[in-house]
């Protein structure tokens, strides 16, 4: 079946620009992540959905961050008034349950000049 | 400090031997542990789940020690391939799922 889904795989965008990343995790996979992996850094975590509940946003590095998640699949993750810190791989995953392991995309590299 | 720690590393090793990483995490209560591994410029993919009786899948054998509050890995006969960074999973305080900071393996010839 298929994997988890990023789009799009690359993104350059300009300084002070709005980006939208997508996420279509596992059908039927209740728990969605979004992390952020820096250059030689580890992953830090972004935001947190699990079905209907309301999603864990504690990760999230500033209000210029948003996520939201549709009817329970898609996620989208976007990113107001780009800096060139954003600049970063934006993984999602997903699992079946809150306790499952996490099954990853092959993320989004976004670059801001 | 973080709720799941490991030790940067690199580890650096000669082909066929035997490498240990431990991984501490905090919330007690924590109920799933994981064992990722994460080449460069990839994604991470599940390596082994942790289960409290320990468990092992070929060379590997992961543990748990939960009146210590730490998680293990160990890889026999390495080899080449192994060379990665080891990532290890746990539950924080409000019981997601976080990540250690990752070991960086080197295996050399």
């Known amino acids: 079946g298929a994997g988890v889904s990023q789009s799009p795989s690359n993104k350059v965008t300009e300084k002070g620009k709005d980006v939208e990343l997508r996420c279509d995790p596992i059908?039927?996979?209740?728990?969605l992540y979004w992390y952020r992996q820096s250059l030689g850094q580890g992953l830090e975590f972004l935001i947190y959905?699990?079905?209907?509940?309301?999603?864990?946003k504690s990760g999230l590095p500033s209000d210029r961050f948003s996520a939201e998640r549709t009817g329970g699949s898609v996620s989208t993750l976007t990113i107001q008034r780009t800096q060139q810190e954003d600049s970063a791989v934006y993984l999602c995953?997903?699992?079946?349950?809150?306790?499952?392991?996490?099954?990853f995309g092959n993320g989004t590299r976004l670059t801001v000049t | 400090r973080k709720e799941v720690e490991q030790d940067p590393g690199p580890f650096n090793v000669p082909e066929g031997a035997t490498v240990a990483f431990n991984c501490t995490y905090s919330?007690?209560?924590?109920?799933?542990f994981f064992w990722y591994r994460q080449d460069c410029r990839k994604e991470p993919k599940l390596l082994m789940s942790?289960?409290?009786s320990g468990n092992e899948d070929g060379r590997f054998t992961a543990q748990l020690n939960r009146a210590s509050q730490y998680i293990s890995l160990l890889i026999r006969d390495s080899k080449l391939s192994d060379s990665a960074t080891y990532l290890c999973?746990?539950?924080?305080?409000?019981?997601?799922?976080?990540f250690g900071s990752g070991t960086r393996l080197l295996v050399r010839p």
């Open positions: 995953a997903s699992s079946s349950t809150g306790k499952s392991p996490l099954h």
């Open positions: 059908s039927g996979h209740t728990a």
């Open positions: 959905f699990q079905g209907n509940s309301a999603p864990d």
């Open positions: 919330n007690s209560a924590s109920q799933s």
């Open positions: 942790v289960y409290s």
């Open positions: 999973v746990g539950m924080d305080s409000s019981y997601k799922l976080i």
